[in-house]
């Protein structure tokens, strides 16, 4: 029998064994009903747009995590069970390769999650409103943080408030302290200043707006008065402006109006500029708090987007746990699943508390080090956003797609598929 065939036979056994165990009717219709039972748990903040967004936050969000445990579990008794019903000598030694096999296990585990998922979308368009069409987020352009931190190492070196401790550290450890700073960098707009940032953007673009987040972790909330302009770079007029006083957000969204003296140039940099007229400083961290809004696509076509980033996690997760799976119980495997994605989830805050290495002794340094391995092989992951994105309207970009279902939904499972199946192949069945 060849893989391909391993393959669709591996698929085909593992899809009807999760039918008749009942596991997929189950996942779909819990995921199904979390969305009906929103509407009558969510409360809003008044109006029809936060409403709207509470209820689809709250429905995608009960959906998801049911799915995720159904998937989790499943992936952890992929191999578990047949070991535990005395099946697993079959699958060893039948002719189709262990890759086949654990390959068309992890395929239908996913396209069960897929169902899953795809039909709580579409209960969501079936009880609320859809919203109306999404906005697209465009980040300014900048250096990368790298290039940032080099350009600024000199600089920093040479200022006499930097501790001479640090001025002796290898040029690489105090480049990477750097890249933490750059990362969270913040332009400070006094009043009475200018500043103007970079963009770029799709051909065509006939309205715009801007968009300013100073919500953190601490909801914080900023007071802005001045003066918006978006201009074509070399322009003698802009093309779109607006004027505010005094609101105060977390999250400002402006809509900048055609000025008429003015459009947009397609294939050239757009300018943002603006003008605090307000009485105190209006702090940004231009890569994270600062992005222009031009018009998306369909309020479904963004729901199909966000079924694809909801699937990229979940194949972490199944690829996690029939990794596991091969070797452990079933009960094992989940706890032990449990724990590497909670140390996944702690990464981020282990970095945060300890934010310099600079003079940390080996022990701390190692615990770091293990820190950022688990943080780069799941940030992809971490940073995929998919049912808050959905739910204020923004669009979720294919770009953030690929790039995460490159590492976390192909790279990672091929992975551990390679190192179950020697797991699989020496390990005598039971």
Avoid at 116 to 142: I, N, T
Avoid at 214 to 226: A, K, L, N, P
Avoid at 268 to 276: D, E, G, M, S, Y
């Amino acid at each position: 029998m060849n893989a391909k065939s391993g393959i669709i036979q591996s698929f085909s056994l593992q899809w009807r064994a999760m039918w008749r165990t009942g596991t997929l009717p189950f996942c779909a219709a819990a995921a199904v009903l979390a969305v009906v039972a929103a509407p009558h748990i969510a409360r809003g903040d008044g109006t029809a747009a936060g409403t709207r967004q509470v209820l689809a936050q709250l429905a995608l969000g009960g959906a998801f995590s049911v799915v995720a445990v159904v998937s989790l579990v499943a992936a952890c008794g992929a191999f578990a069970d047949e070991r535990a019903a005395k099946r697993l000598a079959l699958t060893v030694t039948r002719p189709v390769p262990m890759c086949g096999v654990w390959l068309g296990k992890f395929a239908a585990i996913l396209s069960a999650a897929a169902v899953s998922l795809s039909a709580a979308a579409v209960a969501l368009f079936c009880v609320a409103e859809a919203g109306g069409d999404c906005v697209r987020l465009m980040p300014p352009v900048m250096p990368t943080v790298a290039e940032e931190s080099l350009a600024e190492y000199e600089r920093f070196m040479a200022a006499p408030e930097t501790p001479a401790e640090i001025k002796r550290q290898p040029k690489a450890a105090v480049v990477k302290e750097l890249m933490k700073r750059m990362g969270e960098r913040y332009d400070a707009v006094r009043p009475g200043e200018t500043m103007t940032w970079s963009f770029m953007l799709p051909d065509g673009v006939k309205t715009a707006g801007a968009r300013l987040r100073f919500s953190t972790e601490y909801g914080i909330r900023t007071t802005v008065s001045g003066k918006f302009a978006l201009y074509s770079e070399g322009a003698d007029n802009d093309a779109f402006g607006a004027a505010i006083t005094n609101l105060t957000r977390s999250v400002l969204d402006v809509p900048l109006a055609p000025t008429g003296k003015g459009a947009l140039a397609d294939g050239r940099p757009a300018k943002l500029r603006f003008t605090n007229a307000g009485d105190g400083d209006v702090m940004l961290r231009p890569r994270k708090d600062l992005f222009i809004t031009v018009p998306g696509d369909s309020a479904a076509a963004n729901a199909v987007r966000m079924v694809l980033m909801e699937l990229v996690v979940v194949a972490v997760l199944v690829a996690v746990g029939m990794f596991f799976s091969s070797a452990l119980s079933k009960t094992v495997s989940a706890f032990s699943a449990s724990v590497l994605i909670l140390v996944s989830l702690m990464a981020p805050a282990v970095l945060v508390q300890f934010p310099s290495e600079l003079g940390a002794n080996g022990v701390t340094k190692f615990g770091l080090e293990v820190s950022k391995a688990v943080l780069k092989a799941t940030r992809p992951v971490g940073e995929l956003h998919p049912i808050a994105s959905f739910s204020a309207g923004e669009s979720v970009e294919w770009r953030e797609i690929g790039r995460a279902a490159a590492q976390n939904a192909l790279a990672l499972p091929f992975v551990l598929m390679l190192a179950s199946a020697a797991v699989l192949s020496r390990r005598p069945p039971e």
